[in-house]
């Protein structure tokens, strides 16, 4: 395999010394962008453009056109895998994604089954293996998933941006239903990696966006109990390289020695958590990624400046910081925000490294 020309943040991953702090956003192929708009409005819809690999390629490539990033993340939707699984996901005007089928009947949750991510999700490792093409060894390719317990919400309230009132009371009241869904998607979340991994990612994450909202106990049976199956179960290596793995639980702070317990190289952080903290409670077992809060990018230069240094300095000197924003980038964001963030991180993280 060719060498990469620029592995830094592989190597932050793997806490392996880099000559700066390595930066990507959460999102940053997204409706910021204005040539991501185009693109959208050619292919139609927002699913159409996930399932075309030419569209998802182009898009994933717009914002390494402009911004001098060190990595590429997959364009595509955490739901890929419901949908595989038959559940209907579409997109409603202005209110997100939703599904026709939700998981409430015991028979249908009984019957669910792992979609074969070469046939039902062929698609998403066609885009992997062009946007790997497209690349051509500049910086690496981070491939992602939500997590089972994610994805679970999705599945069994039937949309985003609910009181978790469907699938709290399932947890509670029919534990072993709700164990049986998170089974079935750990599975399908670990064959949708690796082939993934096979297809052409470098680095893989895991997106548990909603692990945050349980109670102490419950995060570790419904949600890290199957972030540590899937971790167990990932390719570490493919075609001689290692492949680094990162979980991001938003709003998991309370949490971090045990996600970093979890078999991860890497441990996504809010912008909740000090990161001084996060690097004093596990920066000895995993790598950081983290933690702007996105909506710095609503501010000045200077300011932003002033708020990446605050985090570089907090983190201190020493490899094993991936700096990113504490969750995805707001459409609404001014694109020179993002390129005064990434020339920040570039130019102050220097010294740390000496």
């Known amino acids: 395999m060719k060498k990469l020309k620029n592995d830094t943040l592989l190597k932050a991953l793997?806490?392996?010394?880099?000559?700066?702090t390595p930066v990507w956003m959460m999102r940053q192929a997204g409706r910021y962008l204005p040539e991501y708009n185009k693109t959208r409005a050619r292919a139609g819809d927002f699913l159409s453009l996930c399932k075309n690999p030419d569209f998802a390629t182009e898009?994933?490539?717009q914002p390494l056109e402009r911004y001098?990033?060190?990595?590429?993340?997959?364009f595509s939707d955490i739901l890929t895998?419901?949908?595989?699984?038959?559940?209907?996901?579409y997109f409603a005007e202005g209110e997100g994604p939703k599904f026709e089928r939700p998981l409430r009947e015991e028979k249908e949750i009984r019957s669910l089954t792992a979609p074969d991510p070469a046939v039902h999700l062929k698609y998403v490792m066609d885009a992997v293996s062009q946007i790997r093409k497209t690349l051509d060894n500049q910086v690496p390719l981070i491939g992602f998933s939500g997590s089972p317990f994610t994805l679970a919400c999705y599945m069994i309230e039937g949309r985003g941006g609910t009181d978790f009132r469907q699938i709290k009371t399932m947890l509670y009241k029919r534990p072993d239903l709700l164990h049986h869904i998170l089974n079935i998607t750990a599975q399908s979340v670990t064959d949708?990696?690796?082939?993934?991994i096979e297809s052409g990612a470098q680095a893989v994450m895991i997106f548990d966006t909603w692990g945050g909202v349980l109670s102490h106990s419950a995060y570790q049976e419904f949600s890290l109990q199957y972030m540590k199956q899937i971790l167990a179960g990932l390719k570490r290596e493919h075609d001689g390289e290692r492949i680094p793995s990162v979980v991001f639980t938003k709003g998991g702070g309370l949490w971090l020695e045990s996600i970093a317990e979890s078999g991860c190289d890497a441990l996504g952080l809010d912008w909740t958590i000090n990161i001084a903290e996060a690097r004093n409670?596990?920066?000895?077992?995993?790598?950081?990624?983290?933690?702007?809060?996105?909506?710095?990018?609503?501010?000045?230069p200077e300011i932003i400046a002033t708020e990446v240094e605050k985090i570089l300095k907090d983190y201190g000197s020493g490899s094993g910081h991936v700096f990113n924003l504490g969750h995805g980038i707001s459409q609404f964001t001014p694109p020179e925000s993002a390129l005064a963030l990434i020339d920040a991180v570039h130019s102050l993280s220097k010294k740390y490294h000496s």
Do not use: C, W
């Open 14 to 20: 793997l806490k392996q010394p880099t000559e700066y």
């Open 68 to 74: 001098s990033l060190d990595a590429a993340i997959l």
């Open 81 to 89: 895998i419901p949908d595989a699984m038959g559940l209907g996901l």
């Open 59 to 61: 898009v994933t490539m």
């Open 281 to 300: 409670r596990v920066g000895h077992k995993v790598a950081l990624q983290g933690n702007l809060d996105p909506a710095v990018l609503f501010s000045t």
């Open 192 to 196: 949708y990696l690796n082939a993934q």
